[in-house]
């Protein structure tokens, strides 16, 4: 993880692809964004299920909305979930890369990032619940996945983060964190989905103090 590396090149714009980093209204959201029942194609739709899935372990009451939003229940997403994690475990099963294309379809856009001395290639994808975000994925040479995550959109405006009031849940990322609160230090999280960061930071009334937080999925969602 390199939280203060910068984000992927911005995609051409398409319709319905503004708003906040929050859930944004989805309506016919399984015909749009593919069907994640029992024999349904696992497309967009069912990959957000999945990211939902792991953010309600902290946040379960703005997963709820979120699915309200989808248009979808609990069941849904555990289904969705529990296909997501045979799709994993499959005997042959794809590379982290071609899978992220079989359900998301071609990115959105592509670029070369560089961290040091390495070089990677980062693909983003659009992601109708929340369209000021990408999802982006970056892998080194020979197709290894070295990360997978949420990110701001290229152009899109984030939050400002001055104290530690402004750190509400599914309102940043990693590297915004990271940056607006540097030198941060990067923690091991509690699963390969999830990161920490820990950070001196002032609250409203100035105070400074030791804080670290934790992510899912590249996003915001607790103090720790």
């Known amino acids: ?7 992927a090149p911005e995609p051409a714009p398409s319709s319905g692809a503004s708003g906040s980093s929050g859930a ?20 967009p739709l069912g990959f957000q299920l999945v990211l939902l899935r792991r953010m309600a372990d902290h946040q379960p009451g703005l997963v709820e909305d979120a699915l309200r939003e989808l248009g979808v229940g609990k069941a849904e997403m555990r289904e969705a979930n529990r296909r997501w994690q045979a799709m994993l475990r499959a005997p042959g099963r794809r590379g982290a890369g071609p ?20 070089a990677f290639e980062a693909s983003i994808w659009r992601l109708p619940l929340w369209p000021d975000l990408r999802f982006e994925v970056l892998a080194a040479p020979g197709g290894a996945v070295w990360n997978e995550w949420l990110v701001r959109a290229p152009g899109a405006p984030g939050p400002e983060l001055r104290t530690v009031e402004d750190l509400r849940p599914w309102s940043c990322t990693v590297d915004e964190v990271a940056r607006a609160f540097a ?6 999280g509690t699963a390969p989905t999830r990161w920490r960061l820990a950070f001196t930071a002032p609250d409203a009334a100035g105070k400074r103090g030791e804080h670290v937080v934790e992510f899912t999925w590249g996003l915001l969602q607790r103090f720790v």
Do not use: H, K, Q
């Open 1 to 7: 993880m390199n939280p203060a590396r910068d984000s």
């Open 183 to 188: 030198p941060a230090r990067p923690l091991e």
């Open 24 to 43: 944004s209204s989805s309506s016919g959201a399984t015909g749009s964004y593919g069907a994640s029942g029992p024999g349904g194609a696992f497309g």
């Open 99 to 118: 899978r992220y294309r079989s359900v998301l379809g071609p990115p959105d856009a592509t670029g070369e990032r560089r961290i040091g001395d390495l």
